[in-house]
């Protein structure tokens, strides 16, 4: 048995309290993640664009939005120029940098390593990882990154996972599918859970595309993501969007974004190294 001790300020008063746990009954909730989850879909909705589909939608009602501000619409609007004049927009996955949070949802695999004090998170389209530390604060100062500073805890049996730090990076901040422009002060929360029995999954069906439609596991746990953005310098409101992984038996695949770029307009910006890796 252990004794957990509890502090709560308040005007400037501290109440202090012991609680009796075991570390079986501390951790006898939390649902295990552990696993490779995939969505056939590359792309997520927004819930600030109309349309049919992810390659026809069109910004609602343009500088008169209810989310964003007029400045991320310009921003958007200006991508999609580039679009339809035929070449290629600069975006986090076209030029192969850190797709960051929460751009990186626009891709299909994810595979979950967790232990008490992490979780890690690879993604499969961009061959990138993430940390999760789990069950401590922010940081007092935290240096801003691509991925951010990610910190998380169990609320019954969802993970929510609190980030801060997302670095502003032009390319980071551009349309394509997944990319929405913010500023620094960018805050991204993220809740993870099972759906329960008798719930209808969104999950797009398996067509094949991304990941061998026979390696999803019959009868498995759906896992529902809804994360949500909030960023005054650059919405107006917070909005969130909601996705659900289906469990695979497959492993992600390797994947290296450099090798064999056809875009001549992307790729003097990809990165290089003077010597080969082997």
Same mark, same amino acid.
């Given at each position: 048995?252990? /004794?957990?001790?509890?502090?709560?300020?308040?005007?400037?008063?501290?109440?202090?309290?012991?609680?009796?746990?075991?570390?079986? =009954?501390?951790?006898?909730?939390?649902?295990?993640?552990?696993?490779?989850?995939?969505? +056939?879909?590359?792309?997520?909705?927004?819930?600030?664009?109309?349309? $049919?589909?992810?390659?026809?939608?069109?910004?609602?009602?343009?500088? $008169?939005?209810?989310?964003?501000?007029?400045?991320?619409?310009?921003?958007?609007?200006?991508?999609?120029?580039?679009?339809?004049?035929?070449?290629?927009?600069?975006?986090?996955?076209?030029?192969?940098?850190?797709?960051?949070?929460?751009?990186?949802?626009?891709?299909? =695999?994810?595979?979950?390593?967790?232990?008490?004090?992490?979780?890690?998170?690879?993604?499969?389209?961009?061959?990138?990882?993430? /940390?999760?530390?789990?069950?401590?604060?922010?940081?007092?100062?935290?240096?801003?990154?691509?991925?951010?500073?990610?910190?998380?805890?169990?609320?019954?049996?969802?993970?929510?996972?609190?980030?801060?730090?997302?670095?502003?990076?032009?390319?980071?901040?551009?349309?394509?599918?997944?990319?929405?422009?913010? /500023?620094?002060?960018?805050?991204?929360?993220?809740?993870?859970?099972?759906?329960?029995?008798?719930?209808?999954?969104?999950?797009?069906?398996?067509?094949? +595309?991304?990941?061998?439609?026979?390696?999803?596991?019959?009868?498995?746990?759906?896992?529902?993501?809804?994360?949500?953005?909030?960023?005054?310098?650059?919405?107006?409101?917070?909005?969130?969007?909601?996705?659900?992984?289906?469990?695979?038996?497959?492993?992600?695949?390797?994947?290296?974004?450099?090798?064999?770029?056809? +875009?001549?307009?992307?790729?003097?910006?990809?990165?290089?190294?003077?010597?080969?890796?082997?």
């Amino acid at each position: 048995m252990r /004794t957990v001790t509890v502090g709560l300020a308040c005007s400037a008063v501290l109440v202090v309290w012991t609680l009796n746990v075991t570390p079986v =009954q501390a951790q006898s909730h939390i649902p295990d993640f552990d696993g490779v989850w995939g969505r +056939d879909a590359h792309n997520y909705p927004k819930p600030y664009m109309s349309g $049919n589909s992810a390659r026809n939608a069109t910004i609602t009602d343009g500088y $008169n939005n209810p989310i964003l501000k007029p400045w991320v619409v310009e921003a958007l609007r200006r991508d999609d120029l580039v679009e339809k004049s035929g070449h290629a927009t600069v975006t986090a996955h076209s030029i192969c940098y850190p797709e960051s949070i929460p751009y990186v949802f626009g891709g299909t =695999q994810i595979q979950i390593l967790q232990s008490p004090t992490e979780i890690i998170m690879l993604f499969g389209d961009p061959g990138q990882f993430r /940390t999760i530390y789990m069950n401590r604060p922010h940081s007092s100062h935290v240096v801003p990154s691509w991925y951010g500073e990610s910190v998380g805890h169990f609320e019954g049996d969802s993970l929510v996972v609190d980030t801060i730090g997302l670095a502003v990076h032009p390319e980071a901040g551009s349309m394509g599918f997944f990319g929405t422009p913010h /500023t620094a002060a960018l805050h991204v929360v993220e809740r993870y859970r099972y759906l329960a029995p008798g719930e209808t999954s969104l999950a797009p069906r398996p067509r094949n +595309d991304s990941f061998d439609a026979n390696a999803v596991i019959a009868g498995g746990k759906i896992l529902r993501l809804t994360f949500t953005l909030e960023d005054p310098g650059a919405y107006k409101k917070p909005w969130s969007v909601t996705l659900d992984y289906l469990p695979l038996s497959s492993h992600i695949r390797e994947y290296v974004c450099q090798e064999n770029e056809p +875009d001549a307009d992307l790729a003097p910006l990809l990165p290089t190294a003077g010597v080969p890796d082997f």
